[in-house]
């Protein structure tokens, strides 16, 4: 009797492994924390593990109950990686800095915005500068619209949000978190500044 009881223990056992199998595949084979999450993409990408740089809070995730959000250096390519967006591969510059836009919004005086983040700016670099020649088909007394961003220096990144303005409404702006590839990005140009103000470096996607 106590033989039959532990067989149908075991049982029981391994079809309660199973369901729990089938539903963990059902929702994306998930892992414990974002970390081991990002990694796994690693792998199964091919980028080579990478050094996460940054680490932030998206309040635009807050809902999701997981708004980390994590950008790592590999040896070509700078990987980031949210709760709503898995993983996006962005090739890293080799001639300066990496220009990225991250997966999350931000928070701004209480409003949603886009942000940026520049990767491996100066290691002297006080103040950085992001200038977008707005392509979205926005003019002003016909001339294209041109946005600048101040950067905020979080360790080893600047970090930019890209607020509202009266030419630039929100919903142009928006535009900007569905970009994935550098391709994708708008003209820009990226400059980096000494505490003194002299030009350290700049960067541009424009020809």
């Known amino acids: ?19 729990l199998a089938v539903f963990w595949w059902l929702y994306g084979c998930p ?5 081991m999450e990002f990694r ?6 091919l980028t080579g593990r990478s050094d996460i740089i940054f680490t932030c ?3 635009g995730e807050a809902i999701s109950g997981d708004p980390m959000m994590l950008v790592g250096v590999a040896e070509r390519t700078v990987n980031t990686r949210s709760h709503t967006h898995p993983f996006n591969i962005w ?5 300066g800095a990496t220009l990225v836009v991250l997966p999350s919004e931000l928070e701004c005086k209480n409003r949603m915005v886009v942000g940026l983040a520049a990767v491996e700016p100066p290691a002297s670099a006080e103040r950085a500068l992001l200038t977008i020649y707005w392509p979205f088909d926005i003019w002003f007394d016909g001339e294209r619209v041109v946005v600048t961003a101040e950067g905020e220096r979080k ?31 708008p003209p820009y140009t990226l ?15 424009m020809a």
């Open 91 to 95: 090739p890293k510059n080799p001639a």
């Open 191 to 205: 400059e980096f500044f000494s505490g003194d103000g002299a030009l350290l470096e700049a960067v541009t996607n």
């Open 155 to 185: 360790g080893e990144v600047f970090l930019f949000r890209m607020e509202e303005t009266e030419d630039v409404p929100y919903n142009k702006i928006l535009r900007l978190s569905r970009t994935t590839r550098v391709s994708d990005l």
């Open 1 to 19: 009797m106590e033989r039959r009881h532990r067989l149908r223990a075991v049982r029981n056992l391994i079809a309660a492994a199973l369901l």
């Open 31 to 35: 892992l414990p924390t974002r970390e």
């Open 40 to 45: 796994r993409d690693e792998r199964q990408h």
């Open 57 to 59: 809070e998206s309040e």
